[in-house]
C-alpha cells in the first residue's frame, strides 16, 4: 500500500498489531451484564412501542389488552432465560447456538442456525441504529430529521471503533448502559411517586390524540389475530438474549456460573423495565399510530406529514420529567447512546460467527482471518455494508425493520433448545448417578419447554408478520443457507479434486519432455533475456514462436533473426484475421495432442513499468495469452520481466515506503531495554 493511503488507515485503525498481542480479558459480572446484555436490556426502549402500535389498528379501546401482552413476554422472558441458563453450563466453549445445533441435530440445522443468526446480526445492527435516532430526535430535531445520513455516519463509526480492534470496554459499555437502567428505574419510581402518592395527573404530549382506528370493533378471530401479532410484536424485547451464551469464554471463573448470574440479572432488569414503560405508556395515555400523519387526529384534523411521531419511551419520560428538562435529556441521550452499542453487540458477534463458519468452510476463507488489528475486519465491513443497505432500503425506520428482525431469534431460540433436549437425551442414556440424572432431567425439562413456547411463539411471528416483511428474513436466511451450501460444496469439490494421492500419479509423474517456445514479437532486450533464460532451463525442445500479423513486420523479424544468426529455430505462425491469442493457443494444443506426455513451457517477455497508467500501455497480448493458457492441461506459463527506467524509479518509491513508518507503528519499548540495546557491543 502506498504512502499515501497508509497514513490515513493508520490514523483511522491504527498501527498494525503483532499475532501473540491477541488475548482476552476476563469480565466480571458488574462489567460483563452491560457488555453482553446491552442489546436486550436496550430492546425495551422500542418493544413497548410496537406493541401499542399494533394495537392501535384497533383503536384506543384495545390498549387495554397491553398489560396482559406484557405479562405474556415476561413469562416467554423467563423461559428463555431458563433455557439458556442450561446452554451455558452445557456449552461453555462459546459455540451458542450453532455450535448446539450443528452438534446435537446435525450439520443442515447448524446452517440453518446460522443463517437465522446472521441474518439477526445485520437488524441488530439496522435496528438498534434506527431505533437510536429516532430517541435521539426527540431531543435533537435535525437528527430525525436526517435519519439516513445520520444512521449511515454512526454504522460508519461503529465500523472504524471495530475495525481499530476495540476491545469490549467496560467503561465503553457499562457507563451508557447503566445509565440507560437507572434512568428508566428513576423514571418508573418517580412516575409511580407522583401517580400513587402525590397524585399527580402525567399526561404524554400525544394525550389528547385520538387514533382513527383501521378497523373498527374488531371479535373473534381477528381480534385473536390482533393481539397475537402485537405479542409477537413485543417479543422484540427477547432480541440479544442468546449474546451471554456466545460470551462465555469472556466471563471469569467460575465462567458458567457467573454466564448464568448475568443471565438472570439481564432478565430481570429488561422484564421490570419493560413491564414498568408499558404501565406509565398506560397511565400517561400514550398514543401510537402505524400511519400517525393519517391515523392520529388532533381537534378532528389529522395530524399530516410534518408530525413526527417519538418513541413510548421519549413520550413518557416527558410526561413524567417534563420536556427539556435534565433528566429527560440524559435519558433520551442515554437510550440514544445505549442503542448504539447495542448494535456494537452484532460487530462482535457476526464476524465471529463468520470466522466459525468459515473455517467450517461454509463462507470464503478470507473471512476466517485477523486483520491489522486482530480484529476479523472483512466480517465487520461486511457485517456494516450488510446493514447499511438495509436502512437506506426501509429509510431508517424502527416499525419497518422490527417486522423482519425477530423471525431469526425465534429460529435459533427454537432450533438451539430442540439440540439441548437431544444433548440431555444422549447424556441420560449414558449416567447411571441418580443426582446428576435428576439434575439432567430437570434441565431437559426446561428445554422442552423452552423449545414448545418458543417453536409456539415462532408459528406466531411467521403467520401475524409474514406479509409485513417478516417474508424478508425468511428470503435473506435462505440466500445465506444456499449461499453457504454452494460454498461448502465448492470447497468440498476442490479438496477431494487436489487431494494427494497415496501412490503414483500423473501429477507425480516426471514428464516425458519439455518443449520450451518463446513468444516474441521483434528482436529487442526483452526478447534476448528470455531467450538467454530458456537456454539455461536446457529443455528438450526449444523454439521462438512469432505470429504473422503485419507481412511487412513479420519479413523483418525473419531477416534480423538471420542477420544475428541466432541459434534457435524461428516458427511463425500465420492469422489472416489478424489475431494473435488464438494462434499460439491452438499451436500449444497441438504440441500436446502429439505428446500427451510431454510438458510445454511458454516463455513470456514482458515490461515492468513504474506507472499505472503504462500498464494500460504494455503487456497486454501476455496478460490475455497467460489468462487463456491457464485453462490449458499440461502448460507452464513463465513471465521473463524486463524493467524499463521507470520501474527504476517505483523501486526507489518502495524502498522510501519501507523506510518509513506511520505516526505510532513504531514502540521502542520500555526505556531499561533501550539502554540495554544501546549498551550491547557491536
Not at 446493514?387 to 423471525?407: C, E, F, K, N, P
Not at 468440498?492 to 503414483?504: S, Y
Not at 495469452?625 to 506459463?637: Q, S
Request: with cysteine; charged share 20%; glycine share 6%.
Amino acid at each position: 500500500m502506498s504512502k499515501l493511503t497508509d497514513v490515513p488507515k493508520r490514523i483511522l485503525i491504527g498501527r498494525a498489531l503483532r499475532s501473540d498481542r491477541l488475548g482476552e480479558t476476563l469480565l466480571p459480572k458488574r462489567i460483563a451484564l452491560p457488555v453482553f446484555a446491552s442489546d436486550p436490556l436496550s430492546s425495551v426502549a422500542y418493544a413497548p412501542g410496537e406493541v401499542l402500535l399494533v394495537l392501535s389498528i384497533a383503536g384506543v379501546s384495545a390498549y387495554h389488552f397491553s398489560p396482559w401482552i406484557a405479562v405474556a413476554v415476561v413469562v416467554l422472558m423467563f423461559t428463555v432465560v431458563a433455557s439458556y441458563r442450561q446452554n451455558v453450563h452445557a456449552y461453555p466453549s462459546g459455540g451458542g447456538d450453532y455450535e448446539v445445533a450443528n452438534t446435537n441435530l446435525g450439520p443442515k440445522a447448524g446452517l440453518t442456525v446460522a443463517s437465522a443468526l446472521l441474518v439477526d446480526y445485520v437488524l441488530t445492527v439496522a435496528v438498534s441504529i434506527s431505533s437510536g435516532i429516532e430517541n435521539l430526535g426527540s431531543a435533537v430535531p435535525f437528527v430525525v430529521e436526517h435519519k439516513v445520513l445520520c444512521a449511515t455516519a454512526v454504522i460508519v463509526l461503529l465500523t472504524l471503533m471495530n475495525l481499530r480492534g476495540v476491545k469490549e470496554s467496560g467503561s465503553l459499555f457499562a457507563i451508557p448502559t447503566y445509565v440507560f437502567v437507572a434512568g428508566v428505574f428513576v423514571m418508573i419510581a418517580w412516575g409511580a411517586f407522583r401517580g400513587l402518592v402525590l397524585d399527580d395527573t402525567m399526561r404524554a404530549p400525544t394525550a389528547d390524540y385520538q387514533i382513527k382506528p383501521e378497523h373498527q370493533g374488531l371479535a373473534g378471530f381477528a381480534l385473536v389475530f390482533l393481539l397475537l401479532r402485537a405479542f409477537s410484536s413485543g417479543c422484540a424485547a427477547l432480541t440479544g438474549v442468546e449474546a451471554i451464551s456466545n460470551g462465555v469464554p469472556a466471563f471469569r471463573k467460575p465462567k458458567s456460573k457467573n454466564a448464568a448470574s448475568t443471565l438472570a440479572a439481564m432478565g430481570l432488569l429488561a422484564v421490570t423495565m419493560f413491564c414498568g414503560i408499558i404501565a406509565l405508556a398506560a397511565v400517561t395515555k400514550v398514543r401510537m399510530a402505524e400511519n400517525p400523519a393519517v391515523d392520529l387526529v388532533h381537534n378532528g384534523v389529522a395530524l399530516g406529514s410534518d408530525y413526527v411521531q417519538n418513541p413510548v419511551i421519549s413520550q413518557v419520560a416527558e410526561a413524567v420529567f417534563g420536556k427539556g428538562s435534565f433528566l429527560f435529556i440524559v435519558l433520551a441521550a442515554a437510550t440514544a447512546l445505549v442503542l448504539f452499542l447495542a448494535a456494537n453487540t452484532a460487530y462482535n458477534g457476526f464476524p465471529l460467527l463468520g470466522s466459525i463458519l468459515a473455517q467450517d468452510r461454509y463462507l470464503p476463507r478470507q473471512l476466517h482471518t485477523r486483520g491489522d488489528r486482530l480484529a476479523f475486519s472483512n466480517g465487520i465491513v461486511l457485517l456494516a455494508g450488510a446493514a447499511g443497505l438495509l436502512v437506506w432500503i426501509y429509510g431508517a425506520d424502527s416499525t419497518r425493520l422490527i417486522q423482519l428482525y425477530i423471525v431469526g431469534v425465534f429460529v435459533s431460540f427454537t432450533l438451539s433448545q430442540t439440540g439441548m433436549v437431544r444433548h440431555w437425551n444422549r447424556h441420560l442414556a449414558a449416567e447411571k448417578d441418580q443426582a446428576k440424572r435428576r439434575h439432567m432431567v430437570r434441565s431437559r425439562a426446561i428445554n422442552a419447554f423452552g423449545a414448545f413456547f418458543t417453536g409456539l411463539v415462532l408459528i406466531v411471528v411467521l403467520v401475524t408478520k409474514f406479509t409485513h416483511g417478516a417474508w424478508v428474513a425468511l428470503l435473506g436466511m435462505v440466500i445465506f443457507y444456499a449461499t453457504m451450501t454452494a460454498i461448502r460444496k465448492h470447497y468440498d469439490r476442490v479438496a477431494a479434486e487436489i487431494a494427494a494421492p497415496e501412490g503414483p500419479s500423473d501429477d507425480s509423474v516426471r514428464p516425458s519432455r519439455v518443449h520450451s517456445v518463446v513468444l516474441i514479437s521483434k528482436i529487442h532486450r526483452p526478447t534476448l533475456r528470455a531467450l538467454a533464460y530458456a537456454k539455461l532451463m536446457r529443455s528438450d525442445t526449444l523454439e521462438a514462436l512469432s505470429v504473422n500479423v503485419d507481412p511487412a513486420e513479420t519479413k523483418s523479424l525473419r531477416a534480423e533473426w538471420e542477420r544475428r544468426g541466432i541459434d534457435v529455430p524461428l516458427k511463425i505462425l500465420d492469422s489472416p484475421y489478424r489475431e494473435v491469442t488464438r494462434p499460439v493457443i491452438e499451436y500449444v494444443k497441438s504440441l500436446r495432442k502429439e505428446s500427451p506426455r510431454d510438458a510445454v513451457s511458454v516463455i513470456i517477455p514482458e515490461y515492468v513499468v513504474g506507472h499505472w497508467y503504462e500498464h494500460l500501455l504494455h503487456n497486454q497480448s501476455a496478460l490475455r495469452l497467460k489468462g487463456r493458457l491457464l485453462f490449458t492441461p499440461g502448460v507452464m506459463v513463465t513471465s521473463v520481466p524486463y524493467q524499463l527506467q521507470s520501474s527504476e524509479a517505483a523501486k526507489n518509491r518502495a524502498r522510501r515506503r519501507q523506510e518509513w513508518n506511520a505516526p505510532g507503528a513504531v514502540r521502542r519499548g520500555p526505556a531499561e531495554e533501550r539502554t540495554k540495546e544501546s549498551s550491547t557491543p557491536t
